[in-house]
């Protein structure tokens, strides 16, 4: 017997998808908010789990100089090496924020989030990709455009421009908004509950 369930799982699957991909950043944020209330961040966890952030960020950074959006598939930068190096960065980024947090349930979430949202965010990316540009991405996902070192393509430099174009600068205001509230919960971690109980 037919079952007539599996194409509408199959319909559904792709619109769950493109939804959270969607609302990554919005769960983001919510995400934050729980970290930073779970978070039990010390100085020594603060500087190695910031640097290790810092380096998620850099790799970002990298990546968003060198992305033309919609306009072709990029192959220069750090796209010769991996092909999504914008999704690379962020989740060193999580990776340096759970250790900062120094806290299990953080690096649980974190984990939870990134690897729901970021696998959502490469289906529904590549979906389109697909869509645009056919056969001149497959080429590229399968190695060989990465090969042609000699293209122009390629070979094109960073463009500080291009990374403020594709609002990378909010990926670091908010790194440094997530170093500050850390830095501050490292520092006055407990004191609001020590003066509650000495009431």
């Not at 914008?86 to 349930?105: D, E, F, K, N, R």
């Not at 990134?114 to 399968?142: H, N, P, V």
């Amino acid at each position: 017997m037919r079952d007539h369930g599996r194409p509408e799982r199959r319909h559904y699957v792709p619109t769950l998808v493109a939804a959270l991909a969607r609302l990554r950043v919005a769960l983001g944020w919510v995400c934050g908010v729980l970290v930073l209330v779970l978070a039990q961040p010390t100085g020594r966890s603060l500087a190695i789990g910031m640097s290790i952030a810092s380096i998620g960020e850099a790799i970002r950074i990298w990546a968003a100089g060198h992305l033309y959006k919609s306009r072709e598939v990029t192959s220069s930068g750090p796209y010769r090496f991996v092909g999504h190096p914008l999704y690379v960065g962020s989740t060193v980024m999580g990776i340096g924020v759970a250790i900062a947090c120094a806290s299990w349930p953080v690096a649980v979430l974190i984990a939870v989030y990134l690897a729901s949202t970021l696998t959502a965010a490469i289906k529904s990316e590549e979906a389109y990709l697909r869509r645009a540009f056919g056969e001149q991405y497959d080429l590229y996902r399968s190695g060989i455009a990465a090969q042609r070192a000699s293209s122009s393509a390629s070979r094109r430099r960073f463009s500080l421009r291009q990374a403020i174009a594709n609002r990378e600068y909010r990926a670091v205001v908010g790194l440094a908004l997530a170093i500050l509230m850390l830095a501050l919960k490292a520092t006055y971690n407990g004191m609001f509950w020590r003066a509650a109980a000495g009431r």
